[in-house]
């Protein structure tokens, strides 16, 4: 039987924390009002107060859903009530979370509280499925509940450098938007010396002189502004991910990380549907790879989904997988795409790259803007052709094979090559498909379904059907169940 | 199969009824927006009431009956039968075992009758269980904690 304890009210830092917006908003109108334009005080009440409204209706909100929060930790599972008008009673038993994640930050710190979320395989996939802000003392008693009382030293901790690096190049989203910034200034600056001499030459002209005076300043305060938002990216990403480090403890796999924030997400190995290795072609360059996890409800947190090993060069790398996940990465049975189908890989990039070059000679017979073409051109098709090598690139390495009772498959996922690792009993399903040409050519797109809130999906392209269903065959056999043509037709003789 | 089911059909008497007042709730609310969207005409505004009245007296009078005579919860020792659907009345069957966890939920109505909703979390979907007395939702609760245990 339970032990039955009393319902707990979650800390009052989940309302405490509401009150940053709250003064966030009171308090630029005060500043708008003494700074910029000083008025009297029945003035400043009167635009105060739409901001003080909304203020107290929030804060009532969040202070009433406090007020109706109570959890209990009971043996066997948490159980909640929840709900102003209506009132939900959540039960969710231990035997099912597969992912906690504890959230602190210096706020929440200074007034002894952390946020406790939990997912199970019946989430939503948009959101963590229960979070719970408690005490740092109820946290710490649910993480020893998980991981034992016993302390452990991280047997993974990433190195500044490479996080730096994937901060500031391929885990940054704005990266991209990066290339567009010469594009942007001599853009502008070709534009504004064009109208200049258009009003030399011409008489003036109202359309001109603004394209004068105001483009090339303008170009130049949108190229600063991608800049910042890309120096701010990468920051943000840095304190996101610094003090990474990872370990193993039993059959729990712990990550943590962030600088001002931390999240600690323990993750159960028995419920990871694959373990990837990825690449992209500076990764490449650099000679680094990093490893990612994918299991149910660590999906719900943005960037670099279930890093477990930051990018390190090969040997460290598959040094920290092998002793985090016990994955070794030798393949066995491997198969790759015909020999005649790399058109397939590559013909995206090579159609936009084509289209570049003949867009800058044809930007020869362009009656205006011709200089910004050709710098336009030029920097996409450095772009294109970037794209096409890792097409090359993934082209060379798409495989798929066996590892251990891993089916393994290598192929590309926008500009990133993964090297996945798949349980077989997480295969929920393999699907075969084939076009018409594909038929005529005897090739085949190989796709593996996996247990996820997602749907996941592992996909290679151009596999020669014949050594797929023979390498098909060599995974049934290292399998627990039989398949199903396999089986006796008379269910009673079975 | 008879053996094992524990009771028959779980659906709560008061199933209508409080359907009925959420209804209700639901057509006054659309009344008074009606009325301030069109409030300076005349003719769209009668002709919008005739339309929701109407819809109103339908949704009361047939919808909800046939939806009620179709929803069916028959509680068995592993697993529980669904029934439910207007047009198109669908029967499913969830294992206690495949039920990650379940929440219960009481609405301001439901409360005042003694029922509530019970939403059935499994992997990739969930299935409501909805107006069914308290301690029917209890019961229910018990054989898929006890499932669990078992498991």
């Given at each position: 039987m339970d032990k039955k304890r009393k319902f707990i009210k979650a800390h009052p830092y989940s309302v405490i924390r509401h009150l940053k917006i709250s003064v966030l908003l009171v308090l630029i109108t005060v500043l708008q009002q003494f700074l910029i334009r000083p008025r009297g005080i029945i003035a400043l009440i009167g635009s105060l107060g739409i901001n003080a409204l909304y203020v107290i209706v929030i804060l009532s909100y969040y202070i009433s859903v406090y007020g109706n929060f109570r959890y209990r930790l009971e043996n066997r599972a948490i159980h909640i009530h929840s709900g102003i008008f209506r009132k939900k009673d959540y039960v969710i038993p231990y035997s099912r979370i597969l992912t906690y994640v504890f959230y602190t930050n210096v706020l929440s710190v200074m007034f002894g509280a952390a946020k406790v979320s939990v997912d199970t395989p019946?989430?939503?996939?948009?959101?963590?499925d229960v979070s719970i802000y408690c005490s740092l003392r109820r946290a710490r008693e649910v993480r020893e509940r998980i991981l034992g009382k016993e302390k452990r030293k991280p047997q993974y901790r990433a190195r500044t450098l490479s996080i730096l690096l994937m901060s500031a190049f391929w885990s940054n989203p704005v990266t991209g938007f990066v290339f567009i910034v010469p594009t942007i200034v001599s853009a502008g600056n070709i534009l504004g010396t064009e109208a200049r001499n258009n009003i030399v030459l011409n008489s003036l002209n109202y359309r001109d002189s603004i394209i004068a005076e105001y483009v090339s300043p303008v170009a130049a305060f949108l190229a600063s502004v991608i800049m910042m938002a890309w120096a701010v990216s990468m920051l943000l990403f840095f304190m996101r991910y610094a003090n990474f480090c990872s370990y193993r403890v039993d059959q729990k796999l712990v990550v943590s990380r962030g600088l001002l924030s931390r999240c600690t997400t323990v993750l159960d190995m028995g419920a990871v549907s694959y373990v990837s290795i990825d690449k992209s072609l500076l990764m490449r360059l650099l000679k680094l790879q990093s490893c990612t996890v994918s299991v149910i409800g660590s999906g719900k947190m943005k960037g670099d989904i279930g890093m477990i090993v930051c990018p390190e060069e090969k040997k460290k790398a598959e040094r920290n997988i092998r002793r985090l996940t016990g994955i070794v990465p030798r393949e066995s049975n491997i198969v790759k795409p015909a020999?005649?189908?790399?058109y397939s890989y590559i013909y995206l990039p090579l159609y936009v790259l084509i289209g570049f070059i003949i867009l800058y000679y044809l930007s020869g017979y362009m009656p205006f803007l011709r200089e910004t073409t050709v710098i336009f051109t030029q920097i996409f098709s450095a772009v294109s052709v970037w794209w096409l090598l890792f097409r090359i690139y993934s082209y060379r390495n798409a495989r798929i094979g066996l590892c251990g009772r891993c089916i393994t498959l290598c192929g590309f996922r926008r500009l990133t090559l993964k090297h996945y690792f798949i349980p077989m009993d997480k295969i929920q399903w393999i699907e075969i498909s084939r076009t018409p040409f594909q038929i005529k050519k005897g090739t085949c797109n190989f796709r593996v379904h996996l247990y996820s809130e997602k749907n996941v999906t592992c996909y290679i392209k151009q596999l020669p059907i014949a050594e797929v269903r023979a390498f098909l065959s060599k995974c049934r056999l290292r399998t627990a169940y039989p398949a199903v043509h396999d089986l006796p037709i008379d269910p009673s003789t079975y | 199969m008879k053996k094992d089911r524990i009771k028959k059909n779980i659906v709560s008497p008061y199933y209508l009824i409080v359907r009925r007042i959420v209804l209700s709730l639901i057509m006054v609310g659309a009344i008074v927006i009606v009325a301030m969207m069109l409030?300076?005409?005349?003719v769209p505004l009668i002709l919008t009431y005739v339309v929701l009245i109407g819809a109103y007296f339908a949704g009361i009078f047939y919808y909800l009956p046939v939806c009620y005579n179709n929803c069916k919860y028959y509680l068995f020792e592993d697993h529980i039968v669904i029934r439910k659907g207007f047009f198109i009345v669908k029967e499913s069957r969830v294992d206690y075992s495949k039920v990650h966890y379940s929440v219960i939920s009481q609405g301001i109505v439901q409360r005042r009758f003694g029922v509530c909703t019970v939403a059935l979390m499994m992997a990739g979907s969930k299935q409501m269980v909805s107006n069914i007395a308290v301690k029917d939702a209890r019961l229910l609760k018990h054989l898929e904690e006890r499932s669990k245990k078992d498991g």
């Open positions: 019946a989430g939503s996939g948009r959101s963590h020999k005649f189908s790399i | 409030a300076d005409t005349i």
